[in-house]
């Protein structure tokens, strides 16, 4: 081109290029729309599944409802059908049994009142049923006490049969131990309380007249050739009491006797020993009295009401002086007046309650939760409660008041979901998680505060191992090392992530834990001798004469320590059996347990440090090695260029400027270790303990919910506490990520003028 040759003009306005501007425009508003409405249905998923998991949860927390029905006024009840002593109700809520002073025992149909059936107690002639007591809720077992100071012991039966493809439920009475009246009284006196309980082949009848106290033992034993039985009865001498006796309660293991009598007062007698364990005031005011009791099923608990309404739980504890003793664990209050009835549910730790105004009030005695305070009748009734405890009938001014109850979840609140909560059985209270047993009186222990705890200790151990070690190691990889190096080294750092988690606690559970068991002074001098060894191979490399040195690239340092660390290494591991010989006597195990009091076990948080460390380290890494590497070049080379060291450079600009992308990865590889589940299930214990011990185990929302699921009812209380569970999780990861990420933006904000 000459100088004085027209210049070139370029058409940048030909079909070719508009075309291409065109294609690449529609290009980035396809990108544009995927990336938004990808990211909308990221954000509508998590939605969805946090309204999912409100919606399973939601039912927890909701109270009881009570529906009244048409009152029912049979013919029999217009008729002299004498008082009424016991209302129960069988296991379909189709029919129900009275029994009345008279000594008979009817069953009438729960839906039209109709009479079915009437029995005829065997009472001795010219006797009359002056009380009556049964066994712990769920028994069948029911004693009559008679006016000569007798007793008589019998069930109710239902029988289910299916004639002509109709169900058929046939009442009865049986009597398990004979027709024959049982004498508590030699005087003849009326027994004004009587109760009952059956343990195996042991049977115990309690009655009293006044303040006389008797109780009988009857055991039977069958001869294995014959399969003759054989009957024993024994008298149990007690002291006597002073004051009138109100009622008298059996428990279940024949180990205690409790005797309400006075105002307020119970005296606890030991079976066992035959002695007074100790007298208990049961109100502190002196103008109430008690009024009704009840024993909770399992027969542990007590539940006393009085005359202002109060309802209280007691039952026996252990001291910290070894004795046991009644103990008041919760209160609740049902009204103003006195509370005349209490019945107790057949398979879970609630009661209800009817007080003299017909107010009736539903109540759980873990949860200590009032559910339900409602007016059902005029004045005091008998109550039944059905053994699923959907049905409640009130006989009260010549009619039968039946009422349904819908009370599915009573044992949640949140004093025991997240406080300690006194169980019985327990000496103190305690977060405790057991939810299931194989006992039917068990009482469920639903608090997700030992889970919270172990998800936490689980995390915070993970992350001691894998921060420090993942974030060096970014930090050397990006800055430090040689690029050819950095291409070899971080892919297969980022290759450990695909590792299959379930593989790692495979490994975890079966060959480390045992392992560390056996080399735990090894495991522990590693931890100090291994800086130390990485120190000295620094300094004598230091010291080699410059020639040896410079045959190693810049940036490839670091290869030098990896026979060094396998040497350190070997050399702990080998030294532990001399080690634990020397300096704690063979067995570092036993002289943890029993020197220091800590409780040891194989399958403990140091199992799940390393093993999930190991599972968390390569995406904290990746994270924060792409934040350092991303650092402006100019930067680097601006502050060197001013004479700063590389090391400051490092630690006043480099750090700094990538402190947000650090932090990031802090937070990713903590949410990481939060929602692990396969390396916590096979690597711990998997027990359910607060305790931040470092060898021993725990359990965690994420392993307790794919533990438990699988067994639990769909729909049930153990059910919804379990997604409870994955919603405090997925709360807790949201709380998490969010404060995450306000830091990272304050942080970005803070250093971006560097």
């Given at each position: 081109m000459t100088q004085n040759s027209p210049p070139v003009r370029i058409d940048f306005n030909t079909p070719e290029l508009q075309r291409k501007r065109r294609l690449r425009a529609l290009k980035d508003r396809l990108t544009r729309w995927y990336v938004l409405v990808g990211g909308l249905a990221v954000l509508a998923a998590i939605t969805l599944i946090f309204f999912y998991l409100a919606y399973v949860v939601l039912p927890l927390f909701q109270g009881a409802e009570l529906t009244s029905k048409k009152a029912l006024e049979p013919t029999w009840l217009q008729q002299d059908a004498g008082k009424p002593l016991?209302?129960?109700?069988?296991?379909?809520?189709?029919?129900?049994?009275?029994?009345?002073?008279?000594?008979?025992?009817?069953?009438?149909?729960?839906?039209?009142g109709n009479e079915?059936?009437?029995?005829?107690?065997?009472?001795?002639?010219?006797?009359?049923?002056?009380?009556?007591?049964?066994?712990?809720?769920?028994?069948?077992?029911?004693?009559?006490?008679?006016?000569?100071?007798?007793?008589?012991?019998?069930?109710?039966?239902?029988?289910?049969?299916?004639?002509?493809?109709?169900?058929?439920i046939e009442a009865g009475i049986d009597f398990p131990y004979g027709q024959a009246a049982f004498t508590l009284d030699d005087e003849g006196r009326a027994l004004e309380h009587v109760s009952v309980?059956?343990?195996?082949?042991?049977?115990?009848?309690?009655?009293?007249?006044?303040?006389?106290?008797?109780?009988?033992?009857?055991?039977?034993?069958?001869?294995?050739?014959?399969?003759?039985?054989?009957?024993?009865?024994?008298?149990?001498?007690?002291?006597?009491?002073?004051?009138?006796?109100?009622?008298?309660?059996i428990d279940p293991r024949q180990q205690w006797l409790y005797v309400v009598n006075g105002r307020a007062t119970a005296d606890v007698f030991s079976l066992r020993e035959k002695s007074l364990?100790?007298?208990?005031?049961?109100?502190?005011?002196?103008?109430?009295?008690?009024?009704?009791?009840?024993?909770?099923?399992?027969?542990?608990?007590?539940?006393?009401?009085?005359?202002?309404?109060?309802?209280?739980?007691?039952?026996?504890?252990?001291?910290?002086?070894?004795?046991?003793?009644?103990?008041?664990?919760?209160?609740?209050?049902?009204?103003?007046?006195?509370?005349?009835?209490?019945?107790?549910?057949?398979?879970?730790?609630?009661?209800?309650?009817?007080?003299?105004?017909?107010?009736?009030?539903?109540f759980h005695s873990t949860a200590h939760r009032t559910l339900l305070v409602e007016s059902v009748a005029d004045g005091a009734g008998v109550l039944a409660l059905s053994p699923r405890a959907n049905r409640i009938v009130i006989e009260e001014g010549g009619k039968l008041l039946p009422l349904s109850l819908h009370n599915p979840h009573p044992e949640i609140s949140f004093s025991a979901l997240w406080g300690k909560v006194w169980y019985e059985n327990y000496d103190e209270p305690k977060y405790v998680w057991q939810s299931?047993?194989?006992?039917?009186?068990?009482?469920?222990?639903?608090?997700?505060?030992?889970?919270?705890?172990?998800?936490?200790?689980?995390?915070?151990?993970?992350?001691?191992?894998?921060?420090?070690?993942?974030?060096?190691?970014?930090?050397?990889?990006?800055?430090?090392?040689?690029?050819?190096?950095?291409?070899?080294?971080?892919?297969?750092?980022?290759?450990?992530?695909a590792m299959p988690t379930v593989i790692l606690g495979f490994f975890a559970g079966l060959f480390l834990a045992p392992y560390l068991e056996g080399h735990l002074p090894g495991v522990f001098s590693l931890l100090l001798i291994l800086p130390v060894g990485i120190l000295a191979a620094g300094f004598a490399w230091s010291r080699l004469p410059e020639s040896i040195r410079l045959r190693i690239p810049d940036g490839w340092e670091a290869a030098i320590l990896i026979p060094v660390i396998l040497a350190v290494g070997a050399f702990a591991l080998y030294m532990s059996?001399?080690?634990?010989?020397?300096?704690?006597?063979?067995?570092?195990?036993?002289?943890?347990?029993?020197?220091?009091?800590i409780t040891y076990d194989q399958r403990n948080a140091l199992v799940v440090g390393i093993a999930m460390g190991f599972a968390v380290i390569p995406n904290i890494y990746s994270i924060a090695e792409d934040a350092v590497f991303s650092v402006p070049r100019s930067l680097t080379l601006g502050s060197l260029a001013l004479g700063a060291t590389p090391w400051q450079t490092l630690t006043r600009v480099v750090i700094l400027t990538a402190s947000p992308g650090i932090f990031s990865a802090l937070m990713i590889?903590?949410?990481?270790?939060?929602?692990?589940?396969?390396?916590?299930?096979?690597?711990?214990?998997?027990?359910?303990?607060?305790?931040?011990?470092?060898?021993?185990?725990?359990?965690?929302?994420?392993?307790?919910?794919?533990?438990?699921?699988?067994?639990?009812?769909?729909?049930?209380s153990h059910y919804r506490v379990l997604f409870l569970a994955a919603l405090v999780l997925l709360l807790f990861t949201f709380i998490m990520n969010t404060l995450a990420e306000l830091i990272r933006q304050r942080l970005r904000k803070k250093y971006s003028s560097l």
């Open positions: 016991m209302i129960a109700l069988e296991e379909q809520n189709l029919v129900g049994m009275r029994v009345s002073d008279k000594g008979q025992a009817l069953f009438f149909d729960t839906k039209t079915l059936k009437r029995v005829d107690l065997p009472l001795p002639a010219g006797t009359q049923v002056s009380s009556i007591g049964t066994d712990q809720p769920g028994s069948p077992l029911v004693v009559l006490g008679l006016s000569n100071g007798q007793a008589i012991v019998f069930h109710h039966t239902y029988k289910i049969t299916y004639p002509d493809n109709k169900k058929t309980n059956v343990n195996g082949d042991t049977l115990l009848l309690a009655g009293s007249t006044g303040s006389h106290l008797q109780v009988i033992e009857l055991s039977r034993t069958e001869n294995m050739m014959t399969g003759d039985v054989t009957t024993e009865q024994n008298r149990i001498e007690l002291p006597q009491m002073t004051e009138t006796v109100k009622n008298i309660f364990n100790g007298r208990y005031k049961l109100l502190e005011d002196g103008n109430a009295e008690i009024t009704a009791s009840a024993q909770l099923v399992g027969g542990i608990s007590l539940i006393f009401g009085d005359s202002k309404g109060g309802l209280s739980q007691w039952f026996m504890a252990r001291d910290p002086d070894g004795e046991s003793r009644l103990k008041l664990i919760r209160s609740f209050q049902l009204g103003k007046a006195p509370v005349v009835q209490i019945d107790a549910e057949e398979r879970r730790k609630g009661f209800i309650a009817l007080d003299s105004e017909g107010k009736l009030g539903v299931t047993a194989s006992n039917t009186d068990f009482e469920p222990k639903l608090s997700l505060s030992p889970l919270t705890f172990g998800t936490l200790k689980a995390a915070f151990y993970a992350m001691i191992l894998a921060a420090p070690l993942a974030i060096a190691a970014a930090i050397y990889t990006a800055y430090f090392m040689a690029p050819g190096m950095r291409r070899k080294v971080k892919p297969v750092i980022e290759l450990m992530e059996p001399f080690l634990e010989s020397w300096f704690f006597g063979g067995d570092m195990r036993l002289w943890i347990t029993h020197d220091l009091g590889g903590m949410g990481r270790a939060v929602g692990e589940t396969m390396i916590v299930l096979m690597a711990t214990g998997n027990t359910p303990v607060m305790e931040l011990n470092l060898f021993e185990g725990m359990r965690t929302l994420a392993a307790n919910v794919a533990v438990e699921m699988p067994e639990s009812e769909v729909g049930g």
